[in-house]
């Protein structure tokens, strides 16, 4: 039940990013097929590299168990393998569609942060990713435990590594949205503010002023 839950909780979250990629590409002026294209290949070469890749750094269990290889449903990716992945789908689609990789990824990095929002909450009620388990002697990381669970069900204090994960998610989509909404506005004002006034060329001041010949 618990696996559902975080499976839905996932799903959620790559429909809500698949939503902010599809109005952002709009800001970009970018075909919505050709963005809902490159999420889905950021999604599936993102999902299979990071399967390889956490096979590969758990091969003295697999290599006994290859069935499971295979078998994404059970869980197990390495996120930067993902995001790696995630960056070659979304480049094939941007190769095969003639755009601009930089335009597509801009559509999809809000996107990305969504998801990521999503997973760690989905880690927090499934109990994967759990944080370092805390002890009284630890002064310094005492006061942050909370009562979480672990993969196996096992409550103890712990480091809320999936609340952190998700807090920053949240902060990293937000400012990724207001840049784009604002920020670019923003940066010309103050940049303007801060341009050094440069004396115009006395030649280009006599063209401009006959007068003054």
């Not at 689609?93 to 990789?101: F, Y």
């Not at 996107?111 to 370092?132: E, K, M, S």
Request: charged share 15%.
């Amino acid at each position: 039940m618990s696996f559902l839950t975080y499976r839905l909780i996932l799903s959620a979250g790559v429909g809500v990013g698949t939503l902010i990629a599809l109005a952002c590409g709009a800001r970009r002026n970018l075909p919505r097929t050709d963005v809902f294209d490159a999420v889905l290949g950021a999604a599936v070469a993102g999902m299979a590299i990071g399967r390889v890749a956490y096979v590969a750094l758990n091969w003295s269990y697999f290599q006994t168990h290859l069935l499971e290889a295979a078998q994404l449903w059970r869980g197990g990716l390495w996120a930067p393998a993902v995001v790696a992945g995630a960056i070659l789908g979304a480049a094939v689609v941007a190769w095969q569609r003639r755009l601009d990789l930089r335009d597509v990824l801009d559509a999809l990095a809000p996107a990305a942060a969504a998801v990521a929002v999503a997973a760690w909450l989905g880690c927090l009620q499934r109990g994967c990713a759990w944080g370092l388990e805390l002890w009284p002697h630890q002064t310094l990381l005492w006061p942050l435990r909370v009562e979480l669970p672990d993969l196996y069900g096992l409550v103890a204090p712990r480091l809320p590594v999936q609340i952190a994960g998700a807090a920053w998610s949240g902060v990293l989509l937000a400012v990724s949205l207001l840049v784009k909404r604002r920020g670019r506005g923003a940066i010309v004002a103050i940049a303007g503010r801060f341009r050094p006034a440069v004396e115009r060329p006395k030649r280009l001041e006599r063209f401009t002023n006959p007068g003054r010949l």
